[in-house]
Structures are given as C-alpha cells and as structure tokens.
C-alpha cells in the first residue's frame, strides 16, 4: 500500500499514469510476469488517472478541447496496443519499455533530440484555460498534433502498461502548454486510454486482480495528495523529478529484460 500510494502522488504530479513506477514494481517485488505486470498496472493507472482528473477540474487546470483530440485516438491506439502484448516475448516488452524511458529522459535534457516534434499541419484555433489561482492561458491548438501523439500514446500505453502519458506531456509541452496545465490534460487523456487498454487485457486474462485492488486505493489515495502537492512545486523541480525518474526506472528494466532473455 505505501508503494501504490508514492506512486500514485509521483503519477499524479507528473502526469504521466503511474505505470513508469508500477510496472518495474510489480514486475521485481511481485515477479509477475510482463503482460500481466502491464495489464495490472493499466487498471491501476485507470483509477489513479481518474482520481487526479477531479483534483485538476477542481483546480480548473484542463483543456478540455485539447483533450479530446487527444482522447479518441488515444483509446484507438491503446486498444492495438494491448491486443499486441500477447504475441511479444515479455523480455522484448520489458526492453521497449526500458529503452523508451530513456530516449523520454533523453529527450527532457536534450529538446533537441528527434523524438516528439510539433506538428503545426492543418486548422487550428486558439483555446484558453483559466484556473483557480487567477492563471489565464491561451494557446494556438492543431489537432493534426494532438491526433498523432494521442494515438501513439495509446498504442505505447497499451503495450508497456505506462498509460500514454510520457508522450502526452512532452506533446504538449512542445505545443506550448505550461507544465502544470500539460500534467492536469494529460491525466485525463490517460483515464480515457488506460481504462480501455485495460478491458483488452482483463479479456486476455493479464490481470491480477489482488494486486490491482491494492495497488489502486494507494493509487487513489496518493493521486488525491498529489494533485494538490503539483501546485506547490516549481515547473523547474518538476520537470528534474521526472527526468530522473525517467533514468533511474530505465536502467532497472534494462537490467530486467537482460536476466530473462
């Protein structure tokens, strides 16, 4: 329970669903097996996502419009990618996993590395999202952006049990969204995503669903906390907390898929 809970309050204030931290543990402390590992997580992602949505609507830190282009191909994406983890070897999926945590990390360092782009194609428009704390932003959206990196976040969401949000963030971001308001869009999203990844991997019997039940009331708890704590913390302190974590939980599912292969 106090794992499930600091992962809830890390997934939470970085908007990125958890399955970055719940995946390696429950893989290492719980030997589960990958698909499993993932499926589990993604239901946990589910209730912790949906948890820190309420925390954020309350603050008023959504862009809602921005969230539906990127929710309808996010669900799309995740259910492809679900459907995937039963035919790839699991020390295969914990390598992409691995290898796609540190290409993020590398990437927050290095913005210019080639990883995500802004994709400025097609209409657009101007949205604007004003919180509870008197914050007023506006931005130019282009939903040919949020249509691609939704639906690759999904896909990616779906197949290593990370919920999207390593995607979504920096996608936003890039857009020019604020941190803050990028982690409040990007939770929601990610209910959308890792709620129907979810379904496709209870129907491929890749839950545990003792573990699950554990793992979302920490998840639920610690959300709730960290969407209150997020305000608090300095775009600058939030953006080194997930780069770090970014290379640390890279390495140890490296070392992971190295033991198995």
């Not at 990610?190 to 545990?208: C, D, K, N, Q, R």
């Amino acid at each position: 329970m106090i794992v499930s809970t600091l992962t809830g309050v890390m997934a939470s204030v970085m908007g990125v669903g958890g399955g970055f931290v719940n995946v390696p543990t429950l893989s290492i402390m719980f030997s589960l097996d990958a698909p499993t590992a993932i499926g589990t997580s993604l239901v946990v992602i589910f209730i912790t996502a949906c948890s820190g949505t309420m925390g954020y609507a309350r603050q008023k830190r959504i862009f809602f419009r921005s969230a539906i282009f990127l929710a309808l191909p996010a669900i799309a994406g995740a259910t492809m990618g679900s459907g995937a983890t039963a035919f790839i070897p699991q020390a295969v999926l914990f390598m992409i996993f691995g290898c796609i945590l540190l290409l993020i990390g590398l990437r927050l360092i290095f913005p210019r590395i080639p990883f995500i782009h802004h994709v400025p194609l097609g209409p657009s428009y101007p949205e604007q999202c004003q919180d509870c704390f008197g914050k007023c932003i506006t931005m130019r959206t282009y939903p040919a952006h949020l249509v691609l990196w939704g639906f690759m976040s999904g896909v990616l969401g779906g197949m290593t049990g990370m919920g999207g949000g390593i995607i979504i963030v920096p996608a936003l971001l890039i857009s020019g969204m604020p941190i803050h308001f990028a982690v409040a869009t990007s939770t929601l999203v990610i209910a959308f995503s890792s709620g129907s990844a979810a379904v496709v991997h209870a129907g491929l019997g890749h839950i545990s669903p003792l573990l699950a039940a554990v793992y979302a009331a920490g998840g639920f708890i610690g959300a709730q906390l960290g969407s209150r704590v997020a305000p608090r913390i300095p775009a600058v302190h939030l953006h080194a907390l997930l780069t770090g974590m970014y290379f640390v939980l890279s390495c140890v599912m490296l070392v992971k898929a190295a033991t198995i292969w």
